[in-house]
């Protein structure tokens, strides 16, 4: 199985953060440098999740809005749901 490279991260925090993050990784049973990574890793993620999912939201209304200002010419199929629809409304209303 082939190794894969690792990356170092360093940071500066302030003493009573850190002894706030080895509290958190004592609870959760395992080294501080794993829980912070995997605590950041989750963080990353939903932040991207959150990011495309507002960016896909964004593109979706842009798309509604010009089909609302700027709609498709009806093609048969609307066309005779349209008039099964007017059948429909006409006979109830008697």
């Known amino acids: 199985m082939a190794?894969?490279?690792m990356e170092r991260l360093e940071a500066r925090i302030a003493p009573q953060q850190k002894k706030l993050l080895e509290r958190a990784a004592n609870l959760r049973g395992?080294?501080?440098?794993?829980?912070?990574?995997?605590?950041?890793?989750?963080a990353a993620t939903a932040t991207i999740s959150e990011f495309e999912t507002l960016t896909l939201h964004a593109e979706a209304s842009r798309q509604f809005a010009d089909l609302l200002?700027?709609?498709?010419?009806?093609?048969d199929a609307l066309r005779a749901a349209a008039k099964r629809h007017l059948r429909?409304?006409?006979?109830s209303d008697r």
């Open 3 to 5: 190794k894969v490279k």
């Open 30 to 42: 395992t080294t501080l440098t794993n829980f912070v990574v995997a605590s950041a890793q989750q």
């Open 69 to 75: 200002l700027n709609p498709p010419k009806p093609n």
């Open 88 to 91: 429909k409304q006409r006979s």
